[in-house]
């Protein structure tokens, strides 16, 4: 036979070996030292028999012949720290929850067994105490931190962060990864064991139970020195696995040298060696091979059979269907080497490697300065190239002056000094996201060069235009480093979305190259559009950050100084950033406006990509902010042709649009097109982004909106849980964006009857808000008006009332006082007051309200109906209804002059003209408006409960205007069938038709 392998291993130390095996184990442990040092280390290990060993805690043998520790009480003192409950047991320890009283907060408690060392007690505890005294020194964002080392009785206790987490393995069951994610998240494990690394510590355990992944999305690695704490001092040892109470078939249980068997290294598990960093790194690149390509990368079912693939360096191929690319598996496959010599001399070389394409010939070359003084070197850079045909690609690798640890450094220190409870999480993924995009710059740089002086592939003029492009590009990464170095709290509110908002490099692409313009610059041309450009960067920063206003300030007056240079190419841009700054400060028209401006100088300089970002942003100008859906409805084809034009690698813009399209069809209360159009989007997301990005909670909100809009709240509820749960995944449950996808949540709440559940959830998100956002940011008045509205439709008008008062002063002061915001908190203060029977105070409310809409969307627009409706509410309530009929009339003739409205104010506005000419005493003018409710408009809706009220309506108008009494009878006979299916909501409809009927029915002959 061959060496034992760890089936027959087990069954020998389980005493299960019949007695054929038990004469070829005998047979076979007289020829082979190294299985009988193995026999007799595990048998040793299995019966420990120090005095004062950890057989001082353990209690007598499971059925299955495991030791079973003896579990610490609630309330028993370990140090300073109480015990709260059992977390978990591991090869080493058993994981307590427990609290620290001093410091007031829950820690994680790791009871560290000295037996498993195979030492006598004393020295195996001062042994434990002193590894576990280096690994506190290992200070990282990515290690579970440990906070404090002590000993309890025999043992050794490490004190460290408890981490809401999960597994990397059930982190990546989750949803689908792309390789781009999986590496991000490895690269900053990579940090943290570098980091260990180069304060003495060695991890020797590394594999996905050791890598966790929190709620804020930051990786943890644990257990750092755990694994290496089971080696001697003097010495290593071969693998034990009879160390432990049983070994899986997978051989992913540690062994109690330290290490599981499918991450070890070749040196580790054959031979014996102590763990090392160069071991670290083998278990590193097996651990991101099995991430990758869901397989680890050595086969082997047994001991035997794995040692002997390790051994062998015999990688296995990867799986069909992946996507990672060869140049990642060339770098795994260094890693992966037999010799620990063979390997990167260390992990930060290794994780350097995991950064760049080796294929790709980077040399150093342009040393980037930032601000002016790097455009203009830039700038002469391509000139140069232009310049001089034969000169090899210099490369533009070197990003240390823009993007090094200085300036992270200087990101991260601003950005903790805010007090964000979220703050480190968010500048995690501010520095993934920008390490990932300054990498992709670097190599699209080297690239574009290459294509034309090296492989001829390219013009001159197509690389000159690409350099200026990619320049402009890394000079948006320098002004939004700059300011996110000197960030506030409201930047690092934003700070999720800041790089992401970074213009995509593919717009650089030899395929988006205008045609035609090779005309060269003069030095004042130059001059002007390397300062247009500056600028550019520094709005684009202000953007980026939610800082909308002043980046208006910033570049309309550079935008103006484009156009009346006549300079397209470069005026194109501007515009399209001054209508995305203009559409975020709230400006709809003066959005629209430069949006058109970037569309017609796009156009002119062949600009496909800008043309398609202005088509799309004016899609959701026109719908959301102008209530133009016709208008609308043009745009988006003509935005939905620009994006085809691009091509592929646009997935995020053709998103953009169909979700955009999908606020337009609901507003059209094409509320089916509208779903398909945002699931489109959603799987487009999904697909480029993952599952559990915030590009999926986005369109998961926007499908939460739809469903509530059509009238579908459990459908609606789905998917705004789903938004809440990846943002609180993504961003931690402290960050204000997790508040704000609550505030979604809530009218749906208010729609299924549940009150109580929707004022206690709108007053949760305001305490967070405030609590994170300070008492008067821009949202506190979001979640003021939402709670509000709660208390209000309960009844309470008078609690009511000064939430909305305080939501109003919020927004004058943040908003200014002539905002939408401003005057949708009117609205709702209006009604309050006219459901409190104070209809003078309302209509003021109504009006002002209403002058604001108009400044805002100018006197025609459909928008208006609803607010002009409410004030004809508010003189008929006083039973004033010739005052009230003006009111009603415009409010119909506005409804009626937008030929696609879909939806269901035209019939709200064309009943309450109707009723108004009725109470009005002009029955006769009643009957038009409601028989055109009832004859329908093209696509249009009408509501169950209005088409209820309706028939009533023009029963009684057709009556008192003698005009076919019969049909009059008849029509208030389907309002009682109507209104008797519709149940509870139509209960008041039911009462008014039977009393009217119990009234004139008998005078119908």
């Known amino acids: ?44 290990a299995q019966s420990p028999d120090e005095p004062g060993s950890d057989r001082e805690l353990l209690s007598p043998a499971d059925p299955g012949g495991r030791p079973r520790e003896t579990r610490l009480e609630k309330g028993t003192a370990v140090g300073r720290y109480l015990v709260l409950s059992l977390l978990g047991e591991g090869g080493m320890g058993v994981v307590y929850r427990a609290y620290d009283p001093e410091l007031d907060r829950r820690v994680a408690l790791k009871l560290l067994r000295v037996g498993a060392l195979g ?36 043992h050794v206790f490490l004190a460290m962060e408890l981490v809401d987490a999960q597994t990397l393995g059930e982190w990546l069951k989750s949803s689908p990864r792309p390789p781009r994610q999986v590496l991000s998240l490895f690269l900053d494990a990579g940090r943290g064991l570098a980091a260990a690394h180069a304060a003495g510590v060695v991890h020797g355990d590394f594999k996905p139970e050791n890598l966790l992944v929190g709620s804020d999305g930051r990786v943890h690695v644990t257990d750092f020195g755990l694994a290496h704490l089971g080696t001697t001092p003097g010495g290593g040892r071969p693998l034990l696995p009879g160390a432990l109470p049983s070994l899986s078939a997978d051989l992913t249980m540690r062994s109690a040298v330290g290490g599981t068997p499918a991450y070890m290294p070749p040196e580790q598990l054959c031979d014996g060696a102590t763990s090392s960093p160069s071991g670290d790194q083998f278990a590193f690149c097996v651990t991101l091979h099995e991430a990758l390509y869901g397989v680890r ?33 060339r770098v795994l496959l260094r890693g992966l080497s037999v010799r620990p010599d063979e390997r990167f001399p260390s992990m930060e070389a290794l994780l350097a490697a995991l950064q760049r394409d080796p294929a790709v010939r980077w040399r150093r070359g342009l040393a980037v300065a930032g601000g002016v003084a790097l455009l203009a070197t830039a700038v002469a850079l ?40 979220y703050a480190s999480g968010a500048w995690q993924r501010v520095r993934r996201e920008l390490d990932a995009y300054t990498a992709a710059w670097a190599t699209t740089r080297t690239a574009a060069c290459e294509a034309t002086r090296v492989r001829g592939e390219q013009s001159e003029e197509v690389l000159a235009w690409r350099m200026r492009c990619l320049d402009s590009r890394l000079a948006d990464v ?37 045609g035609g313009d090779s005309t060269p610059e ?5 001059e002007r559009r390397s300062a247009l450009r500056e600028t550019l960067a520094q709005a684009r920063a202000l953007e980026t950050t939610g800082r909308y206003k002043d980046g208006v300030a910033l570049l309309e007056p550079v935008a103006k100084a484009a156009r009346d240079a006549k300079d397209r190419r470069e005026g194109a841009e501007a515009f399209l950033l001054l209508g995305e700054l203009k559409e975020g400060a709230g400006d709809w028209k003066g959005a629209e406006a430069a949006l058109f401006e970037a569309v017609d ?51 995020l813009l053709r998103a953009n649009l169909l979700t955009y399209a999908g606020t337009l069809l609901v507003k059209q209360a094409r509320y089916d097109e509208a779903v398909a159009s945002q699931e489109e989007a959603l799987a487009l997301v999904e697909r480029a982004f993952g599952a559990d990005g915030l590009e999926a909670a986005d369109v998961h909100q926007e499908l939460g909106d739809t469903r509530r809009e059509q009238g579908r709240p459990t459908e609606a509820r789905a998917h705004l849980e789903r938004a809440v749960a990846l943002t609180r995944q993504a961003l931690g449950p402290e960050h204000p964006e997790v508040a704000r996808m609550q505030l979604a949540l809530v009218p749906v709440l208010r729609m299924q009857g549940e009150h109580a559940a929707a004022e206690a959830l709108a007053r949760g998100a305001l305490e967070s808000m405030e609590r994170t956002l300070g008492p008067e940011h821009p949202r506190v008045y979001d979640a003021l008006n939402d709670l509000a509205t709660s208390i209000q439709v309960q009844g309470r008008q008078g609690e009511a009332l000064p939430l909305y008062e305080r939501a109003l002063a919020i927004a004058t002061k943040t908003d200014g006082p002539d905002s939408l915001g401003v005057a949708v908190i009117l609205g709702n203060m209006g009604w309050a007051l006219h459901n409190s029977g104070m209809p003078e105070e309302a209509r003021a409310r109504f009006q002002q309200a209403l002058a604001i809409k108009e400044k805002l ?33 415009r409010a119909a003739s506005l409804q009626l002059a937008q030929k696609d409205d879909a939806n269901s104010e035209w019939a709200t506005a064309l009943i309450d003209l109707g009723s108004g000419y009725y109470r009005a005493g002009r029955p006769a003018d009643a009957i038009a408006p409601l028989e055109q409710v009832l004859a329908g408009k093209e696509g249009a809706v009408v509501l169950p409960d209005h088409r209820a009220l309706t028939h009533l309506l023009l029963a009684r108008a057709r009556w008192d205007a003698g005009r076919d009494r019969g049909r009059a009878v008849k029509l208030a006979l389907e309002a009682r069938r109507l209104s008797t299916e519709l149940g509870a909501s139509a209960r008041d409809i039911l009462a008014a038709t039977n009393k009217w009927l119990a009234e004139h029915e008998r005078g119908v002959h």
């Open 1 to 44: 036979m061959g060496c034992i392998d760890e089936s027959l291993f087990m069954k020998l130390l389980l005493g299960e070996l019949s007695p054929e095996q038990r004469t070829e184990v005998d047979t076979h442990l007289d020829t082979c030292a190294a299985c009988r040092q193995l026999v007799a280390q595990g048998l040793r």
């Open 119 to 154: 030492l006598e007690a004393e020295r195996g505890r001062a042994h434990l105490l002193r590894e576990a005294q280096a690994m506190a020194r290992v200070s990282h964002p990515n290690v579970v931190p440990v906070y404090d080392v002590g000993t309890f009785g025999p």
């Open 297 to 329: 990368p050595f086969e082997g079912t047994s001991l035997a059979t794995l040692s002997a693939e390790v051994r062998a360096g015999r990688v296995r191929l990867p799986p069909a269907g992946t996507h990672v690319p060869p140049w990642l598996r």
């Open 382 to 421: 391509t000139h140069q190239l232009t310049a001089h045909h034969a000169r090899a690609c210099d490369g533009a690798a070197e990003l240390s002056p823009l993007w090094n640890a200085e300036r992270q450094g200087a990101i991260e220190a601003a950005f903790l000094a805010t007090g964000r409870p």
């Open 478 to 514: 320098s002004a939004l480093t700059r300011l996110l170095s000197q960030a506030d709290s409201s930047m690092v509110d934003e700070a999720h979305r800041a790089v992401k908002s970074l213009a995509p490099l593919s717009s650089c692409s030899e395929a988006l190259a205008p």
């Open 522 to 526: 003069d030095a004042s041309t130059r």
């Open 601 to 651: 100088a796009a156009e002119a300089t062949r600009q496909d990509a800008v043309a398609a970002r202005a088509w799309t942003l004016l899609v959701r100008v026109s719908t959301v902010g102008l209530d133009a859906f016709e208008l609308a409805s043009r745009w988006r084809h003509r935005a939905a042709a620009a994006i085809d034009r691009l091509g592929s690698g646009n997935e």
């Open 857 to 889: 969307l100018g006197p025609q627009s459909p928008g208006l109906a609803p607010m002009i409706r409410a004030i004809g509410g508010t003189y008929a309530r006083q039973k004033r209804p010739v005052e009230a009929l003006p009111w009603f009339e």
